[in-house]
């Protein structure tokens, strides 16, 4: 049900695309992120901060697009909500001196301190990376291109790239019990 949840704001916007036109989807992008973080809110799942930053650029670019009636604005999200993720990442770890990952994913996943570094620092480039690759799609390709890039090439490349995360970690995971029989 969760990943039907988190997906379903996009797979919307693709619907509504194919049906309507770029405004109609983006108005109904709105509506779908807003009830995704209410019935998150519902089932008394947790609320990250991806979830907020994704809410409020996606409201405050839509409501420009809406309002501008100018695409280059939803456009633009992608690559904003990204760069916002790198640094929410990148802050957590200098100010912090912890990975955000790490906060997140740490009672799960027992991992060394270095590969909390090195995973949040593959991250900060994997986004930065889309950042830039969807600005110059935005730019220069059409705009039906950039929704196929948006809808599935966003998704395909997180997807992939969240099955080398999930290796890496497989390949440095530690045993807590063990670990701590060590220390005794």
């Known amino acids: 049900m969760l990943f039907v949840l988190?997906?379903?704001p996009i797979a919307l916007f693709f619907?509504?695309?194919l049906l309507g036109d770029i405004f109609v989807a983006?108005?109904?992008?709105?509506?779908?992120?807003?009830?995704?973080?209410?019935?998150?809110?519902?089932?008394?799942?947790?609320?990250?901060p991806r979830h907020w930053i994704i809410l409020w650029v996606v409201m405050i670019f839509g409501a420009i697009t809406l309002f501008?009636?100018?695409?280059?604005?939803?456009k633009l999200k992608v690559s904003v909500i990204y760069v916002a993720i790198a640094l929410f990442l990148l802050i957590g770890l200098w100010w912090r001196k912890r990975s955000p990952l790490q906060q997140f994913l740490g009672e799960e996943i027992n991992l060394p301190e270095f590969a909390w570094r090195r995973l949040t620092y593959a991250w900060v480039i994997f986004t930065l990376s889309l950042a830039a690759v969807n600005l110059y799609i935005a730019e220069f390709w059409s705009l039906d291109a950039w929704v196929n890039f948006k809808v599935f090439g966003l998704l395909g490349a997180?997807?992939?790239?969240?099955?080398?995360?999930?290796?890496?970690m497989f390949r440095h995971h530690t045993d807590r019990e063990k670990d701590a029989e060590e220390i005794e």
Do not use: N, S
Not at 37 to 42: D, N, V
Not at 68 to 74: G, T, V
């Open 6 to 8: 988190e997906y379903l």
């Open 15 to 17: 619907i509504f695309y």
């Open 26 to 48: 983006t108005g109904v992008l709105m509506l779908g992120t807003v009830l995704q973080i209410l019935a998150l809110k519902f089932m008394r799942e947790v609320i990250t």
């Open 68 to 74: 501008l009636h100018d695409e280059w604005f939803i």
């Open 158 to 168: 997180t997807l992939v790239f969240t099955i080398f995360t999930g290796a890496y």
